[in-house]
């Protein structure tokens, strides 16, 4: 029977688990955040956590740890070869996906760098349904291209369609029949699409990629990092599985991918990463790239303590009860957020709230980083720690002129498990303040731009003293409050 539904009224979520530990937290004073968001160049990234109230930033690393996987963590064994530890993630991960091989590697961002590195020569072609920001830079830095073949409505903010992350099939053939297969590294598909607001992919969908992959020989890399807030809205929105278990529908994706790829950062609530594969060939061609970039083929650049805490996590991860978390309070957020007029991606998606800046801020042009101009007043009106996701999370073209992205959105990452319902409301209320006075606020400049994955790093400055008037207001409706 599914579980999938823990409301009660209209649409508050029901937390199955208890707080056992907890992290005391402080709000800083408005004048403090004004100082800090300066001195972090207005990038998000650079901020210090202890100016930060939510940190939304991201939702790597950071998701709550159940009591049985601190347990695991005691038993950990640090033997550098042949740990039973790595024994015990392996048959964990064959287990859940049924793939004969694991390659351990130290986070996502590492496996993307070994798949680039064995598969991606220079002129190669990777179709994907939506790229992500280190699965970019890696395939580019190979001499790799990446075409997004995603569906129309995709790239809609405003929407019903449940799989917004699907590949549109017809462009995958056609791009193939272009180039030709073997200019064709391999197909990626991205669960739980990150950069479009966590937007699931149906198992229909990938079940006709599949046809086509076999139509030309061609490999489907599952890049499983998201792959919980997937499993969750397939299990809810798809009819065919509504009467499977999560474990089947894990193992139905798996038996349609010819790599797997994860970063345990997200899905494990853990730190590491691997890839899984049933073929010889595949595990054969990274299996010597692995001691020479991650670690021994036991670690992998991975703590043993993570690495068992990663197969408790896997195992949480088949059940309905710890994967509806993230989804449903991010639904109870992009709700309530809605009725206060406020632009959301919609449907809600995993891994956040995602904010539609371009409405939000219509008035801040896309040259001045309008996602990234309401990321840095989000945290000075409230201490919420989002991440730009949009022309700032791109980079320049070989001119140097702007790649101006998609969206702009503003992402309010939901850990898994670690923000109360009050907390979630504080960032609501807040964020309808700001958007009652959003004309307040302006744009971003850059001050010191990096040339690679320059968000992480870049300084900017605001274009005017808007910041300066937005605490004038702030002060004005909140009096001292904080
Ligand atoms: C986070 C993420 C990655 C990269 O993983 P890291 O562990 O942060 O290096 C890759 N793909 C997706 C979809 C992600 O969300």
Not at 212 to 238: H, P, Q, T, W
Not at 262 to 279: M, N, P, Q, V, Y
Not at 284 to 312: D, H, N, Q, W
């Amino acid at each position: 029977m599914s579980n999938v539904k823990f409301y009660y009224g209209e649409n508050v979520p029901l937390e199955m688990h208890k707080v056992r530990i907890v992290q005391k937290l402080d709000l800083v004073p408005i004048d403090r955040r004004l100082e800090a968001i300066t001195e972090a160049g207005n990038n998000t990234f650079l901020l210090k956590n202890r100016d930060v109230y939510l940190d939304m930033l991201t939702d790597s690393g950071v998701n709550a740890m159940s009591d049985k996987q601190m347990a695991a963590m005691m038993e950990a064994d640090d033997s550098y070869a042949g740990s039973e530890t790595f024994t015990k993630l392996e048959s964990k991960l064959h287990d859940i996906f049924g793939k004969k091989y694991f390659l351990p590697a130290h986070q996502g961002r590492a496996c993307e760098h070994l798949l680039a590195k064995v598969f991606v020569k220079e002129g190669s072609i990777v179709p994907m349904n939506y790229h992500f920001t280190t699965t970019k830079a890696h395939i580019v830095l190979a001499g790799g291209v990446v075409e997004e073949i995603f569906i129309d409505e995709a790239l809609q903010v405003d929407s019903e369609n449940p799989f917004k992350g699907n590949m549109d099939i017809d462009k995958l053939r056609s791009l193939i029949n272009t180039h030709g297969p073997e200019k064709i590294a391999f197909v990626r598909l991205e669960a739980g699409t990150n950069l479009i607001g966590g937007q699931p992919f149906s198992l229909e969908n990938m079940g006709e990629v599949r046809k086509v992959c076999d139509e030309f020989g061609l490999m489907i890399v599952l890049d499983a990092s998201l792959l919980a807030d997937n499993l969750y809205f397939l299990k809810k929105r798809e009819p065919k599985c509504k009467e499977m278990s999560i474990r089947e529908i894990t193992r139905e994706m798996a038996d349609l991918s010819d790599i797997i790829y994860f970063s345990a950062r997200k899905i494990g609530c853990a730190r590491g990463g691997g890839i899984c594969t049933d073929s010889t060939d595949v595990y054969m061609k990274l299996r010597e790239l692995i001691p020479l970039y991650e670690g021994f083929l036991t670690y992998g650049g991975m703590s043993v303590r993570e690495m068992e805490a990663m197969a408790v996590g896997l195992e949480e991860t088949m059940d309905e009860n710890m994967i509806n978390q993230g989804p449903q309070f991010i639904a109870f957020m992009v709700d309530e957020l809605r009725k206060k007029g406020v632009p959301v991606v919609t449907p809600a998606g995993g891994l956040g709230c995602h904010i539609n800046a371009m409405q939000f801020l219509s008035h801040v042009p896309q040259t001045q980083y309008t996602a990234g101009a309401l990321a840095s007043a989000v945290y000075l009106i409230s201490g919420v720690r989002g991440m730009e996701r949009g022309t700032l999370s791109e980079q320049r073209d070989e001119d140097g002129n702007e790649t101006l992205a998609h969206m702009e959105l503003l992402r309010l990452a939901m850990p898994r498990r670690v923000f109360t319902l009050s907390q979630v409301k504080y960032a609501v209320d807040r964020i309808a303040w700001l958007y009652e006075n959003r004309d307040l606020v302006g744009g971003l400049n850059f001050v010191d731009e990096p040339q690679i994955l320059r968000f992480f790093f870049g300084k900017l400055e605001p274009v005017s003293d808007w910041q300066v008037k937005l605490v004038e207001k702030f002060k004005a409706d909140f009096g001292d409050s904080l």
